[in-house]
């Protein structure tokens, strides 16, 4: 049997060599008006490994919340009454989406938007601090002196990026005084850009660890709605051969590349949770992987 590419090492992000798991737990949809049942469900992913908690000053705005900054401010109140939690994770957090702007990443935004997380999260410190989405319209200079300030006075211990083109990454990075630590593109079997932009290749090339965030496509690879009939058939054949389901194998699909992908699960189901650890296990080998991505884009590789 050829050996599996799938990678269920643990990684190590930035010059700080913290330590997570192969799967990250995003709060997109950590909308719970329950702060038990919140702590109940970062409880199953920590237990779980998935020990880089993902969250964003944005999120609640958008996914049956009330508002900006309420996933935060629920992750404070867990970890108020939990404050044990903390010490268990790598807490990520972005900022530097102010609707209705919509971007805005000048110094005093930047800036008022990490302290404002550190605030409703009741921490300290934010392990990784990520620029969610570009500001075209801020220098990358300012950007860079904002997270070298931050990173100086304790408030960060790493910084990255989040939906950034290599281009932009690069920019950034010349004038950084330290590495970039992540970068989140958007990667999975329905959307293959990270292979072909160079967002994987930059990543390898400067030590950049990616965060692919829809892993299932918004769950479409789950459910098969709107999932082209071939890359469908390729999934069923491989989650019959390994015993799982199909976003299992969509799953393993994420950790195969080489630039070592954290993949980034937000289901508020605990059962799922946990069963996506399954994907650890399976056996994807080059020809498997290949055929997924032939699949997907329809048409042979030349």
Not at 130 to 159: N, S, W, Y
Request: hydrophobic content about 40%; charged content about 20%; overall charge negative.
């Amino acid at each position: 049997m050829a050996e599996s590419l799938v990678n269920a090492a643990n990684r190590t992000i930035g010059e700080s060599a913290l330590e997570v798991g192969p799967f990250s737990y995003g709060l997109w949809r950590y909308t719970t008006p329950d702060v038990n049942k919140a702590q109940a469900i970062l409880e199953t992913a920590l237990g779980s490994g998935m020990n880089l908690v993902d969250a964003a000053d944005v999120y609640g705005f958008d996914w049956g919340g009330t508002g900006f900054g309420t996933v935060e401010e629920l992750l404070g109140k867990v970890l108020a009454q939990a404050p044990q939690l903390r010490d268990q994770m790598v807490l990520a957090t972005k900022g530097g989406i102010r609707p209705p702007i919509p971007y805005d990443s000048s110094a005093t935004a930047l800036r008022g938007a990490c302290e404002d997380s550190m605030r409703r999260m009741g921490v300290d410190v934010i392990d990784v601090y990520q620029v969610h989405r570009p500001d075209m319209l801020t220098h990358p200079a300012e950007v860079a002196e904002t997270l070298a300030a931050l990173r100086d006075e304790g408030k960060i211990r790493e910084a990255g990026v989040s939906n950034y083109t290599p281009d932009q990454v690069a920019a950034l990075q010349a004038h950084l005084p330290f590495p970039l630590a992540t970068t989140q593109p958007e990667y999975s079997a329905m959307h293959l850009d990270p292979l072909r932009d160079g967002t994987f290749d930059q990543a390898m090339a400067l030590g950049i660890a990616p965060m692919a965030w829809s892993p299932l496509a918004g769950g479409r690879l789950a459910t098969g709605d709107d999932v082209p009939p071939a890359l469908l058939a390729t999934l069923d054949e491989l989650a019959a051969r390994e015993g799982v389901d199909r976003s299992i194998i969509s799953l393993a699909f994420v950790l195969a590349h080489p630039s070592a992908p954290i993949c980034i699960v937000g289901t508020q189901t605990p059962e799922r949770i946990t069963g996506s650890l399954d994907a650890l296990g399976v056996q994807l080998d080059r020809n498997d992987v290949y055929n997924i991505i032939e699949a997907s884009e329809g048409v042979p590789l030349p």
